[in-house]
């Protein structure tokens, strides 16, 4: 018999693949969804992970109070031991959060979706039922990437698997190469599959 409650499913992709929009038409189709960068920004905002970070790099980056994600960006991406520090205190956090938001979904729900950058990275797959990858090509995620001004994609996405190696792992895979409206088709195409990977308990 499958477990009680939706099928749970761990989305992903590589940098300006249509991750959030793709998050956004399963949410439109009826799936409870979460992003796990929603949820990365909720921890920077608590006092004891703010404690944390200004322990470690010092006051200038929560100044007032709250913590400059632009400050530690720049600390993190500069340096690969930090950003692992990071990954280290946040991965774990975000892990438990994911936990215990299944045990708060409707029974009635037919899929849950978490969306989650660095799935594979963090090594977070065996959380979910199935996991589903976003892919639209390199040449178009760096069109895309300009367009939205993340012009370092490639020093941004040298810490994360390749677009194939996250197709190559994932479950499913949906392409983006077309309009919202095609990814959504897409999507609604592949729902009873995604519904069906809910595992037996």
Not at 149 to 155: S, V
């Amino acid at each position: 018999m499958p477990a009680p409650g939706p099928a749970l499913i761990g989305l992903s992709g590589a940098i300006a693949s249509g991750k959030s929009a793709a998050l956004a038409a399963l949410e439109r189709l009826g799936a409870v969804t979460l992003s796990t960068d929603a949820v990365v920004h909720e921890l920077l905002d608590e006092p004891a992970t703010r404690a944390r970070l200004v322990e470690r790099w010092g006051e200038e980056v929560a100044p007032d109070g709250r913590v400059d994600r632009a400050a530690i960006g720049r600390i993190v991406f500069a340096d690969p031991a930090e950003l692992e520090w990071l990954e280290g205190l946040l991965h774990p956090l975000v892990g438990e959060r994911v936990a215990r938001w299944r045990t708060e979904l409707p029974d009635n729900a037919e899929l849950a979706v978490v969306e989650v950058p660095l799935l594979f990275e963090a090594g977070m797959e065996g959380l979910f039922d199935a996991t589903l990858v976003v892919v639209a090509g390199d040449e178009l995620r760096a069109e895309r990437a300009r367009a939205r001004g993340t012009a370092d994609l490639e020093g941004r996405a040298a810490r994360q698997l390749s677009e194939g190696e996250k197709a190559a792992r994932a479950t499913f895979v949906v392409e983006n190469k077309g309009t919202l409206e095609d990814l959504e088709e897409a999507l609604r195409a592949l729902w009873p599959r995604l519904v069906a990977a809910r595992r037996a308990a």
